[in-house]
């Protein structure tokens, strides 16, 4: 006998969240996580949620997550869709998101004992795709086209705190950084020499106008090399001095 699937709903101050009962402690930890981190991504972007709340959909298994994703790319129901992919901030201005319940059926898999530290990661991923849907208010509020990728996945990347505890080498072009579809690493790093640099003013004004972005990343680019370039360096000589 096929079982019964029990759709709940759950809205807060930050978000409305659909799911299935299965998936209700998950909702508890994941929606407490998110109220907490709300204000500062709205106060960056300077935009105020009030009623238009995101969506945010969580998917109990990844054969339906997959239906989600072909639909929304335009894919055959035959295009085979990789197992690393686990959510989407949709056209429809809706979060997408598998359970971490089902994580065993992509090639995120992990061992039970891990659990905690992959439920980190998670929710920092969710709060990830939060910041795009605030940054599509943003762009919707001040009629601008959605913020050039760089700046984008990196400040998703950095508002979420994903990588804060990495410490990663810059090692990218600047035609990885401006064209490449996967380059998040370099992304996240050149937003945090923005912010970190420049007046947050600037910036916010680099996430309205992409020409300007990309003009500027293109001025900045050296600067940003050597400043990272000196940074592995002091790391390296730190090591080879503990020797």
Known sequence: MKKEVVMLKKITDSAIF???????????????????HKDNICSFFNINIGTEKPIINIINKKENLDKIHRKFNNLKDMDEVPKWIVGLSASDMQIYYLSINDYKNTSHNFKKKDYKMYLDMYKKTIVHEYVHYVNRLFCKKNNCSFSIKCLSEGIAQYLSNQKSDSVLKFNYSLS??????????????????????YPRELFIELLKDN?????????????????????????????DEKK
């Open 211 to 239: 020409n300007r972005a990309e003009k500027f990343i293109k001025d900045k680019y050296e600067e940003i090399n050597n400043y990272y370039t000196c940074i592995n360096n002091s790391i390296i000589k730190e090591i």
């Open 18 to 36: 659909n799911y299935e009962i299965d998936d209700r402690l998950l909702i508890e930890e994941l929606s407490e996580y998110i109220d907490a």
């Open 176 to 197: 990885e950084i401006l064209t490449s579809n996967q380059c998040y690493n370099g992304w996240y790093l050149v937003t945090k020499y923005i912010i970190e640099k």
